[in-house]
Structures are given as structure tokens and as C-alpha cells.
């Protein structure tokens, strides 16, 4: 993978790249949009609580995949409200502290999801 930084933009402000291309030949990655959801059923309180249960799960998505956080491309999402902003944005930098090639990443602010304790939902594009 090769990040995609041209000169002359404004460079990334937080933890992504503006762009990131696939090697040739890549197979493609995608998860659903993952919620704060542990594997017991409970939903913790707190954008990052609820963030780091959506990064473990797409952790065990790209392991199924026989790839890793390294493989990501994109990262997509979504918070409920700016005051969650920042947990995710914890939550997200832990996430990948370690990866060489930050992913391209858009996040929005949406009026709610399936249920209202929800406040993170998190969705990645992998090459393999």
C-alpha cells in the first residue's frame, strides 16, 4: 500500500491520509458498519468505550481475512453527536499507533442508529 499525499493540498489534520492505493492484484476487505455491541450484548456508555468494541471487532474481521490493521485502505465513521468526537478519535489513534500507512478516513455526524445507546459505528475497506 502507498499513501497518496499530493503537494498541493493542505495536508491530513488528524491520524489518515488523503488517499491510499491497494498493491495490484489486492483483494478487497469490506466490513459492515460495526457497533459498540460486546459480545455478551451489552453496550458500554461513551463514544471511545463503544469505539474500541468496534475496533476489536473489525480486528477479528480482517483476522478472518488473514490480514491486519496494516491492510486497511479506508475507515468510515460515524458519531452521533461533535461531543463524541473526540472519544472515537481516542479511540481510533490507539488503533493505529502502529500502522506504517494511515488509511484514508471520513467521519460523520448522524442523527442516530438502530438504537439509541449506540453513538459509534465504525466501517473499513482492506486490501489482501
Given at each position: 500500500?502507498?499513501?497518496?499525499?499530493?503537494?498541493?493540498?493542505?495536508?491530513?489534520?488528524?491520524?489518515?491520509?488523503?488517499?491510499?492505493?491497494?498493491?495490484?492484484?489486492?483483494?478487497?476487505?469490506?466490513?459492515?458498519?460495526?457497533?459498540?455491541?460486546?459480545?455478551?450484548?451489552?453496550?458500554?456508555?461513551?463514544?471511545?468505550?463503544?469505539?474500541?468494541?468496534?475496533?476489536?471487532?473489525?480486528?477479528?474481521?480482517?483476522?478472518?481475512?488473514?490480514?491486519?490493521?496494516?491492510?486497511?485502505?479506508?475507515?468510515n465513521a460515524y458519531v452521533t453527536?461533535?461531543?463524541?468526537?473526540?472519544?472515537?478519535?481516542?479511540?481510533?489513534?490507539?488503533?493505529?499507533?502502529?500502522?506504517?500507512?494511515?488509511?484514508?478516513?471520513?467521519?460523520m455526524i448522524v442523527s442516530g442508529?438502530?438504537?439509541?445507546?449506540?453513538?459509534?459505528?465504525?466501517?473499513?475497506?482492506?486490501?489482501?
Open positions: 500500500m502507498r499513501p497518496l499525499a499530493p503537494a498541493t493540498i493542505a495536508p491530513p489534520f488528524a491520524r489518515y491520509s488523503h488517499g491510499v492505493i491497494a498493491p495490484k492484484g489486492a483483494q478487497l476487505i469490506a466490513s459492515s458498519g460495526q457497533l459498540g455491541l460486546a459480545q455478551d450484548g451489552t453496550v458500554p456508555e461513551g463514544a471511545e468505550a463503544q469505539a474500541d468494541i468496534c475496533f476489536a471487532n473489525i480486528d477479528a474481521i480482517l483476522a478472518e481475512a488473514g490480514a491486519g490493521r496494516g491492510a486497511v485502505l479506508r475507515l453527536d461533535r461531543a463524541h468526537m473526540a472519544g472515537y478519535m481516542a479511540a481510533r489513534d490507539r488503533w493505529l499507533s502502529d500502522v506504517a500507512v494511515l488509511p484514508a478516513s471520513t467521519l442508529f438502530t438504537r439509541p445507546e449506540f453513538v459509534v459505528e465504525i466501517e473499513v475497506l482492506a486490501a489482501l
